[in-house]
């Protein structure tokens, strides 16, 4: 399968305990997105990486949050302190470059449920 | 603040008749427009895509039109089959990000 990957696939954490959430992308794209959906809405953008260079990060929900793509291929999104309002699914996109940033191939998603 | 939406929750249709799903946006500075179906446990996927200087753009059994003077989208599938049955968002980019709206769930009926 050359599509996009997340993993894990589930995460059940408790408050307070940090997670980690990896996306491989496409390998020839060099544009990668992660987004926030919660139940019955669409994605909600995060941020985004240009390789390994983060581009938009001011819609990251807090500085609980961060991101890295630190060889401008696979991904990490982390969150620290969760909360249960965290609790979603996390899904990454990537693209082939600027020009086609609107045709964006998403992941299966990592669902973050904080108990 | 600007927003995408979507008139209509839910949407049934009869197997093999066309169905419509309608977005408005409020962005007027937005350079495209997409479609994505997102399919239950699965991400979405992109469907078709139109630039904001055109007003229609065909695909495989889908047509999305742009209406700028009302800022309304609208994707028509042609003779819905059962694997259209998911959840429709529109999305509109005016630059890096992308800013979808709620959904609406297409339910294709036997």
């Known amino acids: 399968d050359t599509g996009v990957s997340q993993n894990p696939r589930h995460k059940i954490t408790k408050r307070g305990q940090n997670v980690t959430f990896r996306c491989d992308p496409i390998s020839e794209h060099n544009r990668l997105y992660w987004y926030r959906q919660t139940l019955g809405q669409g994605p909600e953008f995060l941020t985004y990486f240009q390789n390994e260079a983060q581009l938009e990060k001011s819609r990251l929900l807090s500085d609980r949050f961060s991101a890295e793509r630190p060889k401008g291929s696979f991904s990490t999104l982390e969150i620290q302190r969760t909360e249960q309002g965290d609790s979603a699914m996390y899904l990454c996109?990537?693209?082939?470059?600027?020009?086609?940033?609107?045709?964006?191939?998403f992941g299966p998603g990592t669902r973050l449920t904080v108990t | 603040g600007e927003s995408v939406g979507l008139h209509l929750p839910t949407l049934s249709v009869q197997e093999g008749d066309n169905s419509i799903i309608n977005c408005a946006y409020s962005?007027?500075?937005?350079?495209?427009f997409i479609w994505y179906k997102q399919e239950s446990g699965k991400g979405p996927q992109f469907i078709i895509d139109?630039?904001?200087?055109?007003d229609k753009r065909q695909g495989q059994r889908v047509t999305v039109l742009l209406n700028k003077t009302v800022k309304h989208l609208s994707l028509q599938i042609a003779a819905t089959q059962p694997g259209d049955s998911a959840v429709y968002f529109c999305a509109e980019t005016s630059g890096n990000d992308m800013r979808f709206g709620a959904g609406t769930r297409l339910t294709v009926k036997p």
């Open positions: 139109i630039r904001s200087n055109m």
């Open positions: 962005n007027s500075a937005s350079d495209y």
């Open positions: 996109a990537s693209s082939l470059d600027q020009a086609r940033a609107y045709e964006q191939y």
